[in-house]
């Protein structure tokens, strides 16, 4: 443990390349909206995830630098304050270009299980894989996606189960956290499933209403993509996830006049 930690400070410390810093620029603009400091962090963090974590293409998907780098900003961005050792029990990211069928097993109301195949721009496996479309990464580490990120979406959710579980209950800093995280948190999406979820773009959608585990993904890509929008409609949400990421995402985007909705009921 020691020597891992030793050798991640000493990759954490490389100078970040100049044609990475171009890259970044160019397709997670967010990053040159950060300070100095939270800025010198994530290139830290991006170093070591990129020395650890194995990408592979699918589909015939040759994995470029702007692809790795730009996915790993993305999932870096979620552990900015928090974390040094980016997601330990990650081993591969695996590519498509595009949206891609995946095959499921279902059990019906009867009880038998059907194997069906399902679109999906990305999925979190148990075995220290994520899969994620390239072209939905790409849209979603632009300051145009709708409030939309896949890949904080599936990274989301490998923060959730190291806790030992795919259940909206990640692991806190301090146990006197639990209590508050647990009222918000199910107060927010028992309300959520009552409604049915919103068309609104920048809110809550129907795919959150879905499990605990699906609300804390999408409610993360919210925080980070949509977070005046989400501290107007939803404080309550917005402070809870602040005191997890440990960060305010206000500061490094940009405010839209969508923001400027009705705050929502918390019941």
């Known amino acids: 443990m020691v020597l891992r930690a030793w050798r991640q400070d000493r990759i954490r410390r490389r100078p970040f390349p100049a044609e990475w810093n171009a890259i970044l620029r160019r397709t997670f603009p967010r990053i040159g ?8 962090e994530l290139e830290g963090l991006i170093h070591v995830f990129l020395a650890e974590k194995r990408f592979e293409g699918a ?94 979406h599936e990274f989301a959710h490998l923060l959730d189960a190291e806790a030992g579980g795919f259940d909206g209950a990640p692991r806190l800093r301090h146990r006197t956290m639990y209590a508050d995280w647990s009222l918000i948190l199910e107060r927010e999406f028992d309300a959520l499933r009552r409604g049915g979820g919103t068309d609104d773009l920048l809110d809550l959608d129907a795919y959150a209403a879905t499990s605990p585990a699906e609300f804390f993904a999408v409610a993360t890509e919210r925080f980070f993509q949509a977070p005046h929008a989400l501290a107007h409609r939803r404080p309550a949400l917005f402070a809870a996830l602040a005191g997890f990421y440990e960060q305010d995402p206000r500061q490094s985007m940009p405010e839209t006049p969508s923001a400027r909705g009705p705050v929502l009921p918390e019941d």
Not at 33 to 40: E, F, I, N
Not at 74 to 80: D, I, K, R
């Open 33 to 40: 909206r950060l300070s100095a400091a939270d800025r010198t």
């Open 59 to 152: 589909a015939e998907l040759i994995v470029t630098d702007e692809m790795r780098l730009t996915i790993a900003a993305q999932a870096c961005l979620l552990l900015l304050h928090r974390v040094a050792d980016p997601y330990p029990g990650l081993f591969s990211v695996i590519v498509y270009p595009h949206e891609y069928l995946a095959s499921q097993r279902v059990r019906d109301e009867i009880g038998l299980v059907r194997e069906t195949r399902q679109v999906r721009l990305g999925e979190t496996g148990a075995r220290g894989a994520v899969v994620v479309s390239w072209d939905a990464a790409e849209r979603g580490a632009s300051d145009e996606n709708g409030g939309r990120s896949v890949v904080l």
